[in-house]
Structures are given as C-alpha cells and as structure tokens.
C-alpha cells in the first residue's frame, strides 16, 4: 500500500517544473519499463499490480519491485487506462557543451512542442542510428509522460539535450560543420549530396518551420519534393523526419 505522500509525488512528477527539481520522471507500461532493462538509465522503484507482477524478468530489478493495489495503480498513473506498471526513474545528467565532430551526424529539432511528435521522432532517429538529438528549450520535454510513451525505449539510448540551438549552431559553423535544414523552398532532397559525418540536420515544427536566425545559418535548405498536383501543405515533423534520415543514411553506391 502505498502512502498518500508517495502517491502524491509519483503523480506530480507529470509536472515539468518538479520533474526538474526533482531530477526524476515516470516510465509507464510493460514495454517501455522492460526496455530500461536494455539502457543506462537508473531506475529507482517500479510499481505494478499483480497481474504485471507475474512477468519473470521483474526480478531483475530485485527490491526495488513494489506490488500495490489497483485503486493506487489508478492514483499514480498519468494515463488514462493505466497498464499496471510504472516505473522511477532518473533523469540522466547531460553537458550542453557538446558539439557534433566529423564522425558524428546529429538532429536538432526546433520548437517541437507536440509530444507525439517528439516521442516519434526520438524512436526514428534511434532507428537511423542517431546518437544525439538537441531540442530547443521551447520544445517538448523529452521526459515528460507522453513523450517517453510515444518514443517507446528509443528515449532511453539517445543523448537528448535541450540548449539554446543559436549558440549551438553558431559553434557548428565556427568548427565548418554542415548545418542541414528541412523547409518548404529548399533544394529537392534527392537531388542534394547529402553528407552524415559531422553533420547536423534541423527540423522545425509543422506550424511555423525553422524559426528566423536559426534559417539564416542553414548551410544546404532541403525540402522532400511534393508530387505534382498535391494540395498538402505540409508533413508531419515525425514523418518528414523519418524521410530525411533515410535519405542521409542510405549506403552511398560505388562508382561502377
């Protein structure tokens, strides 16, 4: 049974200004707690009914597995038809400092504030083989309960920073760092040289693009070619961003 100051902070760790305080945040659901299993994240408690409980690879977190009733399963989750199982955890430390060198190739995503959207892009970038991903301070907090849904493990195995991107890309060009970025009048992307290695790729949100500055210090503007007679006026930012990383990653052919 847990105690009403338990469930008290378990449901706020929904809010980011204690999540933030407090250094921690809530994984929820038999996939996504399971996958901690596979990452370095640490995890404090994990909650779950009896049902969950009889899932054999819970022992692995040992004590730490606390069996509560069903009435307090529906207190502590930020769901609205719980899964039974719930976890806490800490939030990672990460130092903004860092920068993409020539072997690394990064995502940075301006003003990304759709949750959904965030966790979709975090999983597609994992996918892709993408280590780094830098957020605008105005984008959705990667930690936040819809986002770590959403992004199903990825979140967990990816370095996610939220920086100020103008400092960050102004450092990017003073290193000669290609800056990519996804916009509506850009060069067709099939017809760009696309270079991965010491790279960063920007996308913006779908309501208003890549912000003006950030714009300014695009080196390549991309766009993905709208078939002839198409009325929609824009794509989703998970599903644009899923085209441009398969573009980037794909195995560059042989002269024959």
């Not at 378990?10 to 596979?38: I, N, P």
């Not at 080196?219 to 078939?227: D, E, F, G, M, S």
């Amino acid at each position: 049974m847990l105690t009403r100051a338990q469930i008290t902070h378990l449901r706020k760790l929904g809010d980011g200004q204690y999540r933030q305080a407090t250094g921690l945040f809530v994984a929820e659901g038999l996939k996504t707690v399971q996958e901690l299993l596979h990452s370095p994240i640490e995890t404090n408690a994990v909650y779950c009914n009896e049902e969950q409980a009889s899932h054999r690879w819970l022992a692995i977190f040992g004590n730490k597995v606390h069996i509560v009733r069903e009435r307090d399963m529906q207190q502590i989750s930020q769901l609205r038809t719980p899964p039974g199982i719930l976890a806490e955890c800490k939030i990672p430390h990460s130092q903004p400092e860092f920068i993409p060198n020539e072997e690394e190739f990064a995502l940075v995503l301006d003003g990304i504030s759709d949750p959904g959207n965030m966790g979709t892009i975090i999983r597609t970038a994992e996918w892709f083989g993408v280590k780094q991903i830098f957020c605008s301070n105005d984008s959705a907090d990667p930690w936040q309960p819809k986002v770590v849904q959403s992004a199903m493990g990825s979140l967990f195995r990816i370095r996610i920073l939220r920086t100020d991107l103008f400092s960050l890309l102004s450092q990017i060009k003073s290193r000669n760092g290609m800056i990519y970025g996804a916009v509506m009048e850009g060069k067709p992307l099939y017809e760009v040289p696309l270079k991965a290695a010491g790279s960063v790729l920007v996308i913006g949100s779908e309501s208003h693009g890549i912000r003006p500055g950030l714009s300014e210090m695009i080196n390549i503007p991309v766009t993905i070619p709208r078939a002839s007679g198409s009325y929609t006026e824009s794509l989703n930012a998970g599903v644009a961003a899923a085209i441009l990383l398969s573009e980037f990653k794909r195995p560059k052919q042989k002269n024959a």
